[in-house]
């Protein structure tokens, strides 16, 4: 089956400082990649739709200066946490689409992100 | 609008009795149905998934879901719960191909000995 990794897989870093995530497929092209945030007991809530190539398109609320994607390849999309903040903490998956299905999504493990 | 509604925020089970896991959703079309399990602190498996073949649809582990378009329903069922079933459920839509997941908000099935 198509395989999605994240890395790192979980990080603490520093109020204010940023953080940098990465989604990969594996072993296949994924031209839309998503970004989801899932707080404590939470449900996952899409956060941004990344296609390959163009500006990723943010949901009502996110805000995109704050929550940086790029989507440079096929197989990597990039979700970068500027000055972080404390309530920024929370486990951040994404999940892939491949070109040729156009409805199953791969998701990622996710990764567990602390500010401190 | 809320697109999926998973009816029970928690269901508790004994070891060896059935679960069923309930899930309707809102589509104007004929969506695309999934559902997910999470273990804490783990990822998301995918248990099955309804793209307009079969109504019955069977999964890993045991679990089957079953479309029904008349009660926009998708429960999930399985005729024995096991104590590793107990985990974090969630049901899923896609209404148009190519966008993002609905999650609902997830059940969380306890299963006890």
């Known amino acids: 089956g198509a395989v999605v990794s994240q890395h790192p897989s979980w990080v603490i870093c520093k109020s204010g400082t940023s953080v940098k995530i990465e989604c990969r497929s594996l072993?296949?092209?994924?031209?839309?990649m998503f970004w989801y945030r899932q707080f404590p007991k939470q449900s996952l809530m899409l956060m941004a739709t990344?296609?390959?190539?163009?500006?990723?398109?943010?949901e009502q609320g996110v805000e995109k200066d704050k929550f940086l994607i790029n989507h440079a390849s096929l197989t990597l999309s990039t979700l970068t946490v500027t000055s972080a903040h404390p309530e920024d903490s929370s486990f951040y998956i994404c999940?892939?689409?491949?070109?040729?299905?156009?409805?199953?999504?791969?998701f990622g493990p996710g990764t567990r992100l602390t500010v401190t | 609008a809320q697109s999926v509604t998973q009816l029970d925020s928690h269901v508790s089970v004994s070891e060896g009795t059935p679960v069923l896991l309930r899930c309707n959703y809102s589509s104007s079309y004929s969506p695309s149905l999934f559902w997910y399990v999470q273990h804490p602190n783990k990822g998301l498996q995918l248990l099955l998934k309804?793209?307009?073949?079969?109504?019955l649809v069977k999964g890993i582990n045991g679990f089957e879901a079953e479309f029904k378009k008349s009660e926009t329903s998708f429960h999930l069922t399985k005729p024995s719960a096991h104590m590793s079933d107990a985990a974090e459920y969630f049901c899923v839509v896609n209404l148009q191909a190519g966008t993002a997941l609905i999650f609902g908000k997830g059940t969380t099935l306890s299963v006890s000995s």
């Open positions: 072993d296949f092209q994924a031209t839309t």
């Open positions: 990344s296609n390959e190539g163009s500006k990723a398109t943010y």
């Open positions: 999940s892939a689409r491949a070109v040729l299905d156009s409805y199953e999504q791969y």
């Open positions: 309804y793209t307009s073949a079969a109504t």
